[in-house]
């Protein structure tokens, strides 16, 4: 009976008989209500078990998260300044030959009318200049960084979202 | 309802032991991880409500601490208890949770309840002739409300050795304390438990 087993506790605490004590406390708590969680608590670990990016999340996972968001962050800053002090380093007696260059192309293209193809043509022609010179491969290859940076942040933090 | 289609495993399951269980769950069986979760759900929650005094943050705990339990099971040692190798991620997770946020101590002389009177009267007085299980609850709360008054350290010891049945050792394990200490803090917390129980709160 509970109020006997709690006697018998308090009983043997004053007289320090411990292991009496310790059965009786034990006897006493049969009647103690163990806190349980709300119902649908299993469905909800089993739905979270689910997704297979939320076994991944760990503390090395939100490093790489991190390191990346601060990779691509950088990149970013960079690539402005970068273009910047590619102003100092390149002539700009150059910049301004290649832009007018560049505006009597359009235009001559544009007298002897355009096409879609003529227009892909030269902008891949272009983009591909511009790619290989110091400055466009940096601008190219922070781009590259930080899309690729958003895409695995979005892969990892979505299915989550989509779970809760 | 998400159970239905595995509802004739379950029940297989429900006999099954806490070995078979784990080996099952770690091999992605569904229903198996949900027997363990059904199992362990109280236990878990319980611990980590003791610790934390919040029950919403509490249910969040015990999800995490199932979700890392599923992520390591595959470290479990069978020769040891599952309830023990549970109840150990349970007491981490609350942990990790009470060393992120500013510690709230709680004292057994600071403590105001608004109800004057003693735990023991209230127990001493049962009130007009109450049956059996009235009193057996009455007695629970009473006890249940002490518990809470101790020590979380006190409080957490009182639950793994009077609640959920563990030996001193599987203590030590769960706790990560020697096991001298956890029985000087068992000794202890029942003295304290028996003050909290005589005294006014």
Redesign the interface.
Known sequence: ???DA?AE??EA?RTGA?DR??SA??E??A????????AG??????R??RVPA??GV?RPSELWVTAGLLLGALGLTAAPLAVIAGLFVVDPGRVVATLARACVGMAEWLNAGASIWGLLIRAGTAAGQAAVSPTGSMLLTAALLAASMALVVLNRYLPVERSS | MAERPFSSEQARLAGASDGEIAFRALDGSEPAARELVRRYERPVFNLIERLVQDRPVAEELAQDAFLKVFRSLHTFDPRLRLSAWILRIAHNTALDHLKRRRPVLVSLDEREDEDASSLADRVADPGPLPDRLLEQHRVGAILDAAVDRLRPAYREVIVLRYQEGLEYDEIARVTGRPIGTVKTFIHRARRALAEALKTPP
């Open positions: 009976m509970p109020q709690w506790w308090l605490e411990l004590a310790d406390l034990r006493a708590f009647t103690v209500p163990r806190r349980g969680p709300g608590f299993a469905d909800r670990v089993i979270a078990r939320m076994a760990g």
